[in-house]
């Protein structure tokens, strides 16, 4: 079992719908959780990140976080053609820092929003 | 603001050649990451080095070998190429958060 499991789609939806991207993850030490963007022929870039269970939002972006079930979930609301990316989860059990680990990521979700 | 800068951005080698991926951070991190992307596998950590003088192996190490040359730069080294390491590179580095580069497109063939 891999240690995140990211559906990679792909996920197709009309401009302005609500978009729901989901991953599970088995290790119990996760206590980060982080979303990062990652356009066409482009690096990865950090979205957004969550400490330990419950919701973030940023404008139309919300990150959730239930630790329980060990599921992630990003909500993009009003989707945007400029949404159109590969979204990847990644877990981690440190914030950062000079202890800062390596980073388990999901296979991604490719998104597009059509006009 | 540079960031993480990789070069080259593309590179065909014929198996058995050797290359080296060189990748510099002007942000002074001291943690940077080498992975490789291909198509349903995601992002697999091939070596990553903590701080200046330490590397250790990664997810997916075997062919690879890397060199943290100071706290700005990583590089990474296939000695034989093989036509299984066609990929996309990316390095990055990290303090809060990972900074990527844009990568580099490797094809062995």
């Known amino acids: 079992q891999k240690e995140v499991e990211q559906d990679p789609g792909p996920l197709s939806v009309p401009e302005g719908a609500i978009v729901s991207l989901n991953c599970t993850y088995s290790?119990?030490?996760?206590?980060?959780f982080m979303w990062y963007r990652q356009y066409s022929r482009k690096g990865p870039e950090l979205l957004m990140y969550?400490?330990?269970?419950g919701n973030k939002e940023d404008g139309r972006f919300t990150a959730q976080v239930d630790k329980s079930s060990k599921y992630i979930s990003l909500f993009i609301r009003d989707s945007q053609p400029s949404d159109s990316a590969t979204y990847l989860c990644?877990?981690?059990?440190?914030?950062?820092?000079?202890?800062?680990?390596?980073?388990?990521f999901g296979q991604g979700t490719i998104l597009t929003v059509h006009p | 603001n540079a960031g993480v800068t990789q070069t080259p951005k593309f590179q065909v080698l014929k198996t058995g050649q050797s290359m080296t991926l060189q990748c510099a951070q002007d942000?002074?991190?001291?943690?940077m990451y080498w992975y490789r992307q291909d198509p349903g596998m995601g992002l697999r950590l091939i070596y990553y080095?903590?701080?200046?003088?330490?590397?250790d192996k990664g997810e997916v190490p075997n062919g690879y070998n890397v060199s943290r040359l100071n706290k700005r730069e990583f590089s990474l080294r296939l000695e034989s190429a093989a036509p299984s390491q066609t990929s996309v590179y990316f390095c990055?580095?990290?303090?809060?958060?990972?900074?990527f580069g844009s990568g580099t497109r490797l094809t062995v063939v």
């Open positions: 990644a877990p981690s059990p440190n914030a950062g820092g000079t202890s800062y680990g390596k980073l388990t």
């Open positions: 290790n119990s030490a996760f206590q980060y």
């Open positions: 969550t400490y330990s269970s």
């Open positions: 942000m002074n991190h001291n943690s």
């Open positions: 080095s903590a701080s200046e003088g330490t590397t």
């Open positions: 990055a580095s990290a303090n809060y958060g990972y900074t």
